[in-house]
């Protein structure tokens, strides 16, 4: 198993439901979140709390399948995006759910590696090595942890 590895996977766990460097994780970010904040939209063109777990939970899944096989093509705007039918309380807490096993099937795809990967190219991803992809979903999640945290002010601000 390999020492880089290791310790990317280390920083994904970290970043989603440990002790992040930069402020709260995902998981702190998300804590008390309901469906009904979850699914609302500061206005018709902006994403969802809602929204942004399904994407990180695509992303995830995704760039775990790069790692093991059959990721298939990047269709931008498709591949990690997906809209939000059921609203209830129950699908919320099954896309949180979801959320917390893509990530972990992901960081244990990773620990499975050996360091040698990091320095082959993503087929999926033109011109892209597996330390960048990694490294690139790894920022993408804490982004987005900071757009959650946005929404949840803007929300609390609003009710």
């Not at 059959?70 to 039918?85: K, L, M, N, P, Y």
Request: net charge negative; aromatic share 8%; proline share 2%.
């Amino acid at each position: 198993m390999g020492r880089e590895c290791d310790r990317i996977a280390e920083l994904l766990e970290e970043t989603f439901e440990g002790r992040a460097y930069y402020g709260p994780s995902i998981t702190e970010c998300l804590k008390g979140v309901d469906a009904d904040d979850a699914a609302r939209r500061p206005d018709a063109n902006s994403n969802s709390i809602w929204d942004i777990v399904n994407h990180l939970t695509l992303e995830w899944d995704y760039h775990r399948r790069l790692i093991t096989g059959g990721a298939g093509e990047w269709i931008r705007g498709e591949t990690t995006w997906s809209e939000t039918a059921d609203q209830s309380a129950a699908a919320w807490s099954e896309a949180v759910a979801k959320l917390k096993d893509a990530n972990r099937q992901l960081v244990s795809a990773i620990r499975e590696q050996d360091d040698e990967i990091l320095s082959k190219l993503v087929p999926e991803l033109d011109g892209w090595t597996f330390l960048r992809s990694l490294h690139g979903t790894l920022h993408h999640g804490i982004y987005h942890s900071g757009q959650i945290l946005m929404l949840r002010r803007y929300l609390t601000d609003r009710a």
